[in-house]
């Protein structure tokens, strides 16, 4: 019923100001002003495009100086400091170039809006600014495009042999971590095994995943190369830990990677924030369904003695849950069973 009213009212209103616009018609016929060519509205409209450019300015800078510390996060790793020197060198030169022509644009139209007095002038074209303005942005985009390929390429290089490996499978709504245990390899794993207690469906009978675990919070040694494979179970979520400056999807069915060396540990970043309660987080950047904002996972970066430490008191899935290897034929039970009986 409401939505009746409000359209017969909408219709009502553009019936209102069509029948005034036919008015003002009707008038100016009249009064033998409909045969100059161009109205005052033409002025006003002149003056909004210096209105916007002034306004819009405003408003730009007041933000970008508002939030400046915001695309400042300090860098907590070695990539960090290439990604952001390529962000502010293309923000620099794209700042420009947007600034000179956001100005032309809105000017132009002021400056030369209708005169009675004045003639346009005949231009057709000019073959040197045509060469000049192709050929400068092509040799910047140029620059930048390589610049960026480059470091992209230096950034997404296979990992180094010795990396620490931890696996984050996304699912709605969490991050599922795992560690490889003392082996550094990560058990085989099959979409087919998931179920309540293996949610990240672990292959128990590949003898690699009898010392992985899980864990909570994501510990990373500082200043050794570490590799996140990464990989979803349900539908597209990203892996983005902002002071590693790190982001990268994690695609069901599609394992991704990205790896890279922590710089700060956590405490030594509390001390730089002056702030004790600071923590690196790592956050779903993918709207990934209702829940989407509970994936948050601590990242902690320790020193590597400490590293060390917490990884060998950490207890494996099958020491946890003995019952996901009870089934396993006689030999790798037996294999299974050892290490248990190691972690107790
Ligand atoms: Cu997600």
């Known amino acids: 019923m409401y939505g009746f009213l409000i359209i017969i009212g909408i219709v009502l209103l553009l019936s209102i100001i069509w029948m005034v616009y036919?008015?003002?018609t009707l008038v100016s016929v009249v009064k033998g002003s409909d045969k100059k060519v161009a109205s005052g509205s033409n002025k006003i409209n002149a003056w909004m495009f210096i209105f916007f450019l002034v306004g819009?300015?405003?408003?730009?800078?007041?933000?970008?100086?508002?939030?400046?510390?915001?695309?400042?996060?300090?860098?907590?790793?070695?990539h960090g400091v290439i990604t952001d020197q390529l962000f502010w060198v293309t923000m620099a030169i794209t700042g420009v170039v947007f600034l000179i022509t956001?100005?032309?644009?809105?000017?132009?139209?002021?400056?030369?809006?209708?005169?009675?007095?004045?003639?346009?002038?005949?231009y057709p074209d000019n073959n040197k600014l045509e060469l000049i303005w192709t050929i400068v942005p092509a040799f910047v985009l140029a620059a930048l495009v390589i610049g960026g390929w480059k470091a992209w390429s230096d950034i997404t290089k296979p990992a180094p042999e010795n990396s620490h490996i931890v696996e984050l499978?996304?699912?709605?709504?969490?991050?599922e971590v795992r560690?490889?245990?003392?082996?550094?390899?990560?058990?085989?794993?099959?979409?087919?095994?998931?179920?309540?207690?293996?949610?990240?469906?672990?292959?128990?009978?590949?003898?690699n995943s009898f010392d992985d675990f899980s864990s909570p919070v994501v510990v990373i040694p500082k200043g050794e190369p570490v590799l996140f494979r990464i990989r979803a179970r349900d539908v597209l979520h990203s892996v983005f830990a902002p002071h590693m400056r790190l982001k990268m999807d994690a695609v069901p069915g599609m394992p991704t990677r990205f790896w890279f060396t922590a710089t700060k540990t956590t405490e030594e970043m509390r001390v730089e924030l002056n702030?004790?309660?600071?923590?690196?987080?790592?956050?779903?950047?993918?709207?990934c369904g209702r829940g989407h904002n509970a994936m948050r996972k601590e990242l902690r970066v320790v020193e590597p003695a400490e590293y060390k430490k917490w990884l060998s008191e950490q207890k494996p899935y099958i020491v946890n849950n003995p019952a996901l290897v009870a089934d396993l034929p006689t030999e790798l039970k037996e294999l299974a069973d050892i290490t248990i009986s190691e972690h107790k």
């Open 22 to 24: 036919r008015i003002q």
């Open 56 to 78: 819009g300015s405003i408003l730009m800078f007041w933000y970008s100086i508002k939030e400046f510390d915001n695309y400042q996060l300090p860098i907590a790793s070695e």
């Open 179 to 207: 560690y490889p245990g003392l082996d550094n390899v990560l058990g085989e794993n099959d979409y087919r095994l998931t179920n309540a207690s293996n949610i990240s469906g672990v292959d128990f009978s590949d003898k």
């Open 102 to 122: 956001h100005v032309l644009l809105f000017w132009f139209p002021y400056k030369y809006q209708y005169k009675e007095d004045r003639k346009a002038s005949f």
């Open 275 to 287: 702030n004790p309660e600071f923590v690196y987080e790592i956050a779903c950047t993918e709207i």
């Open 169 to 175: 499978m996304g699912y709605q709504f969490a991050w």
